[in-house]
């Protein structure tokens, strides 16, 4: 047991950092091995082959093993002043970049619970300040809970990303992440550090999913509504493979679904439904056009299949964004997170 203790620890030292030619590599390490000694380093090749690889530099795993640093909150300008709140421009920093956004902060005594709002996609050519989900920003805040909506990075006024879509727009996960780090290292008085959520719609339902499996005890609940798949090959199929320069540029790196499974699995939340802790609330209406309700039936079953609590709701002839049903969306939203949030 000690020498192959002793090995583990040896290849694992010779092999850290290095991931071109693993294979090649281990071959070259046994082979450097005394003979009577090779074949417990062969039984280690084979029985733990994560002792010769080491996760893609884009990958969820890569964001799991990655310290984030979320900081530098700061309260701006006065965006909106009424009886029930009041709306500040923000800024924090997330991974050395400055990231945009608006907070709601409830009047009366805090501290308040806190949610974090990702927004779906919008185009940056036109997104402005704080766009996307304006009606739930008004509507939780009214409801006693600080609202935090970030504008992610390449959005309104934050810093620019220029490999963020080449990462499968991961770095928005990492700002969604950051923003809650950067709420729980504020001294500012008004958050229930204690008592923080999430809510996607769309691609942000795709980055809080993401948000969920990187740090599993973040938040204590998450709210999607009609969120992209939590398997990124049909993202691509559905929407980067029409725009022929960056999918050019993601195959010529990646390979594509087919050629390179084994990097798409790793680029998919839903390989790592095992890791979610916090309960889900999803929301979806039969008459979404833009993303598929099928898409909502496939995460609900491998929620369920790596026991989640997950509660599911379907609204008949709603579309992507709710609207004659949005009053009941929003009572469930709320009744849920209070149940989490607010019962202690």
């Given at each position: ?142 409801r006693g809970y600080v609202v935090l909506h970030t504008d992610y990075r390449n959005h309104a006024d934050s810093d620019k990303d220029t490999d963020n879509e080449t990462r499968f727009r991961l770095g ?106 916090a309960p889900i609330q999803l929301h979806h209406g039969t008459d979404d056009a833009s993303v598929p309700l099928k898409w909502s039936d496939e995460l609900e079953i491998a929620l369920k299949k790596n ?38």
């Amino acid at each position: 047991m000690k020498k192959i203790f002793f090995y583990i620890v040896f290849v694992s030292i010779l092999l850290a950092g290095c991931s071109r030619d693993k294979f090649a590599l281990q071959e070259n390490i046994i082979q450097e091995i005394p003979e009577t000694n090779k074949d417990v380093v062969q039984e280690i090749a084979n029985i733990a082959p994560s002792v010769f690889e080491k996760a893609s530099p884009v990958s969820i795993q890569a964001m799991i093993e990655k310290e984030f640093q979320g900081t530098g909150l700061s309260l701006g300008k006065i965006l909106d002043d009424n009886g029930s709140y009041t709306r500040y421009y923000i800024t924090y920093k997330s991974e050395g970049l400055k990231i945009s956004g608006i907070m709601n902060i409830p009047k009366g005594t805090g501290p308040f619970p806190v949610l974090i709002l990702n927004h779906g996609h919008i185009d940056t050519n036109i997104y402005t300040n704080g766009r996307g989900l304006k009606r739930e920003q008004d509507y939780l805040a009214r409801r006693g809970y600080v609202v935090l909506h970030t504008d992610y990075r390449n959005h309104a006024d934050s810093d620019k990303d220029t490999d963020n879509e080449t990462r499968f727009r991961l770095g928005y996960a990492e700002d969604a992440i950051n923003a809650v780090l950067a709420v729980k290292n504020s001294e500012m008085p008004y958050f229930d550090k204690e008592n923080i959520g999430m809510l996607g719609h769309s691609m942000g339902g795709g980055v809080t999913l993401n948000t969920l499996v990187v740090r599993p005890d973040l938040v204590k609940a998450a709210v999607l509504f009609a969120p992209v798949s939590a398997d990124y090959r049909k993202n691509f199929e559905k929407w980067t493979r029409q725009r022929s320069e960056i999918s050019k540029k993601i195959i010529e790196l990646y390979g594509t679904p087919t050629t390179s499974p084994k990097f798409w699995d790793g680029i998919s939340a839903i390989n790592y439904f095992e890791r979610i802790s916090a309960p889900i609330q999803l929301h979806h209406g039969t008459d979404d056009a833009s993303v598929p309700l099928k898409w909502s039936d496939e995460l609900e079953i491998a929620l369920k299949k790596n026991n989640k609590d997950i509660e599911y709701f379907i609204y008949n002839n709603e579309p992507h964004e709710f609207i004659n049903a949005w009053p009941l969306v929003m009572e469930r939203t709320v009744n849920f997170f209070d149940t989490y949030l607010k019962s202690e």
